[in-house]
Nanobody
């Protein structure tokens, strides 16, 4: 069964760090791009970052550029999102999705992991 499962969320103080994981099962991650998204209560879903399958090229939203780093470990079938210097505006449900075309079209989504930033 094809699945994406996120983990690594939690409560962190402003300025702190978290590393999110997106573990894939039921398919080989090598052939697909993966995107990270977030949605806070009352706000629209926001694309945070993505990584391609072909050359590992990455994209970051302006709001996280310089603070977040996306990476992939194909041997573990997992994509990571390292989040540093977390800000009060970063809390949200973070979830990953599979890009099945390589052009930013997503077909399978995980259920998300909650990130809370509070002192």
């Amino acid at each position: 069964q094809l699945q994406l499962v996120e983990s690594g969320g939690g409560l962190v103080q402003p300025g702190g760090s978290l590393r999110l994981s997106c573990a894939a099962s039921g398919f080989t991650l090598d052939y697909y791009g993966i995107g990270w998204f977030r949605q806070a209560p009352g706000k629209e879903r926001e694309g945070v970052s993505c990584i391609s399958s072909s050359d590992g090229s990455t994209y970051y939203a302006d709001s996280v550029k310089g603070r977040f780093t996306i990476s992939r470990d194909n041997a573990k079938n997992t994509v990571y999102l390292q989040m540093n210097s977390l800000k009060p505006e970063d809390p949200a449900l973070y979830y990953c999705a599979r890009d099945f075309t390589g052009w930013g079209e997503y077909d399978y989504w995980g259920r998300g992991t909650q990130v809370t930033v509070s002192s």
